[in-house]
């Protein structure tokens, strides 16, 4: 039997029969503060469950459905989400740092204020998301961002070839060092760049010798 506890209570908050809740289906439970850090979920649905605060670092979730759920604050770093699906689901100031989520679904979800650095994002699909996080040292190689509202998000050294940033939203965010080759700009045109610094710091010798020039 496996038990699903709260992360520092200790409370019982699910139980299953199989040694595994791999393929589960749960629908409208409350799950705040869960932890299921480590824990094989491949496969589950999980549909308008409260999710908030609950661990799943270092999870698979891989092909599960986490649909109309709410996951604020929840922490999904080191985690696997090859093919989930977690669209119209509130992921707001969320942890999914170094997480594998390649050909993800975050169609119309909410992941503001969230942490996405360093994750594999490529073939993830963030249609008309809210995203205005963190993405800096991320990889969203052919990643659909149509219509995406990446407001103040950071791009800083983040992979973008072939990513799809029409109607984007992107005013005040950074793409320092960001690799642009073959992507798709706002206005639907192909941008094909990487991203420098408008100012870039030189060191002080090699300032001095422009100046000598």
């Not at 983040?158 to 798709?184: C, H, N, P, V």
């Amino acid at each position: 039997m496996v038990q699903i506890k709260h992360k520092t209570s200790g409370k019982v908050l699910l139980k299953a029969k199989n040694e595994s809740i791999r393929g589960c289906v749960l629908s409208g439970h409350d799950l705040t503060g869960a932890d299921f850090s480590g824990q094989d979920l491949s496969g589950c649905k999980f549909t308008g469950c409260n999710l908030c605060d609950s661990d799943f670092s270092g999870a698979n979730l891989s092909f599960s459905k986490i649909d109309n759920c709410v996951l604020r604050r929840a922490d999904l770093s080191d985690s696997t989400l090859t093919k989930a699906d977690f669209s119209d689901s509130v992921l707001d100031v969320a942890n999914l740092s170094r997480c594998m989520a390649v050909g993800t679904l975050f169609r119309h979800s909410k992941i503001n204020g969230a942490d996405l650095s360093r994750g594999n994002f490529s073939d993830a699909d963030f249609f008309f998301a809210e995203a205005r996080s963190k993405f800096d040292h991320a990889i969203l190689v052919n990643a659909n961002l149509f219509g995406a509202d990446l407001t103040t998000a950071d791009f800083t050294q983040a992979d973008l070839r072939k990513a799809d940033m029409t109607d984007a939203k992107i005013a005040r965010a950074t793409f320092t060092y960001a690799k642009m080759e073959g992507s798709i700009g706002t206005n639907g045109r192909p941008w094909g760049f990487t991203v420098k610094p408008a100012h870039e710091k030189k060191a002080w010798w090699k300032v001095w010798d422009n100046a000598a020039l």
